[in-house]
């Protein structure tokens, strides 16, 4: 493996321009950008190498300024439960069996549902790509349980997907006074002093 | 499929413009010789995005030549050099979809357009059977698209990730063709790409009908669930479409990509978002 061309730079490249690199692709495939994903093995894998390459490279230019990566063995999510009434469901979920994980949820009556039930249809509807079901099941489980983490963390993670727009503008503004419309409105009273003899100094 | 999947060209570099209208006009010629010269009409966006993202995976490329545009014969393009089979995929996958789009209207349709497209069938069908012939998966996923499109409609209460599965579904089979079949993990990754991108088109194209819907009284699952003024409703509507966005833009970063990615790059982070603020906006 070249650790260069694994991160995407050249063997000529500064420290700095290295760490740029590699924070930019760390963000890129960051455990929280798959989390309820069928690839979020993929990316794991795929984070692993970047910190490899990272810190072979700290270590091929040692006594220089880079600093080795956190190599945040970073664990997939879910993993780190403490208890759980659903051992069979989870264990499913994670092999990818999700009709039968939900098979086994579906038995469940009515009245004996609890939040953990709701996180883990959520979790199944994440994976098959039915997201909006997918995030009520999630609000749900927090509004039952507002204190497990677990959930918690579920629900900000979709929450940050659903608000956030690749392009990296949020496009839709709320009706109203945006930002923009006070910059022009900033802008016309300035202009409106200068006309009237003010020197701008408004 | 709709055209909403294009470039942003403000935000590209003028070479990686070039080469992406290079690849809409050999795609063009390759309708044209696949199926006919009138089935030139029915090139669209979506389809060139599918030519780019096959010609990306291929281990070469011969580049470019120049050539005249039949259309315009005064006007000079740039042509792909060799004909390659990512074409004539893109242009089967053109044709069955206009084909089934077709169908699609007959039955949706009314009175003039349902004349029209009766008197276009005849055509559409000859190029589907030849298309459907030769790529036989593609014909299957966008067939049982429609039919359990046709299906879902039915249900009053269809949920929007239902509603939503059939294009999705039909994206991902389709994406994952690209892949060779025992590259599993990659597999997983164009058809993961495919649903999220199937998901989001269709959603687009919910969004975009909605006000239409809501008065004529015409099937969208947002309309079933928000059942009021669309500007009410504008963040959700946009949440759900981020979030379809975002997953498909997380898998494309796990393509194995070997050229073009800085158009591939264009398309779904800006072109894609552009496309789907100008339908919100629109409708404010």
């Known amino acids: 493996m070249n650790p260069y061309q694994v991160l995407g730079v050249s063997e000529n490249a500064t420290d700095a321009e290295i760490k740029n690199a590699y924070r930019e692709l760390a963000k890129k495939y960051h455990p929280d950008n798959y989390a309820q994903n069928p690839l979020a093995d993929l990316a794991e894998q795929k984070m692993k190498e970047i910190n490899e390459a990272y810190d072979m490279i700290c270590d091929m230019r040692k006594g220089s300024n880079t600093s080795s990566s956190a190599n945040n063995a970073n664990t997939a999510y879910g993993a780190n439960y403490t208890h759980t009434s659903y051992p069979d469901v989870r264990r499913l979920i994670r092999e990818g069996r999700l009709d039968d994980a939900l098979q086994i949820l579906n038995g469940v009556s009515g009245n004996s549902r609890s939040a953990e039930w709701y996180f883990l249809m959520g979790m199944i509807f994440s994976r098959k790509g039915w997201s909006e079901q997918a995030y009520t099941y999630f609000q749900t489980a927090c509004r039952m349980d507002p204190t497990n983490q677990e959930f918690i963390s579920a629900l900000n993670n979709m929450n940050a997907r659903r608000n956030y727009n690749p392009s990296g503008y949020n496009t839709v503004t709320p009706a109203g006074c945006s930002v923009c419309d006070v910059c022009t409105g900033l802008m016309c009273a300035n202009c409106c002093c200068e006309c009237f003899g003010g020197n701008g100094c408004c | ?284």
């Open chain 2, 1 to 284: 499929m709709f055209g909403y999947i294009t470039v942003d060209k403000s935000e590209m570099l003028g070479k990686d413009f070039e080469a992406y209208k290079a690849i809409y006009c050999s795609l063009c010629k390759q309708l044209g010789k696949d199926y006919g010269v009138l089935s030139r009409f029915i090139l669209s966006y979506d389809c060139t995005f599918f030519a780019v993202l096959s010609l990306a995976l291929k281990d070469d490329c011969a580049g470019f030549c120049q050539g005249r545009c039949k259309f315009n014969p005064l006007k000079k393009c740039n042509y792909l050099k060799n004909d390659t089979e990512s074409l004539s995929l893109a242009a089967a996958l053109s044709v069955i979809t206009a084909y089934y789009k077709l169908r699609d209207n007959i039955a949706d349709g009314v009175f003039f357009e349902k004349l029209l497209c009766y008197m276009l069938l005849p055509l559409f069908s000859s190029w589907h059977k030849k298309a459907a012939k030769k790529y036989e998966k593609i014909e299957k996923a966008v067939f049982e698209m429609s039919k359990s499109q046709f299906d879902f409609e039915a249900d009053e209460n269809c949920s929007i990730d239902k509603a939503s599965e059939p294009t999705a579904k039909m994206l991902s089979d389709i994406m994952s063709m690209l892949v060779p079949y025992d590259d599993a993990s990659q597999r997983l990754v164009f058809s993961t790409f495919g649903y999220y991108l199937g998901k989001w088109i269709y959603l687009c194209d919910a969004a975009n009908d909605y006000d239409d819907d809501l008065k004529h009284n015409g099937f969208n699952p947002y309309v079933i669930l928000y059942k009021d003024e669309k500007s009410q409703h504008i963040f959700d509507i946009e949440k759900s479409l981020n979030y379809c966005l975002n997953e498909a833009v997380n898998s494309y970063n796990l393509m194995e990509i070997k050229r073009f990615d800085r158009i591939i790059d264009n398309i779904l982070i800006h072109g894609l978002s552009k496309k789907q603020t100008e339908i919100l906006r629109n409708k404010e």
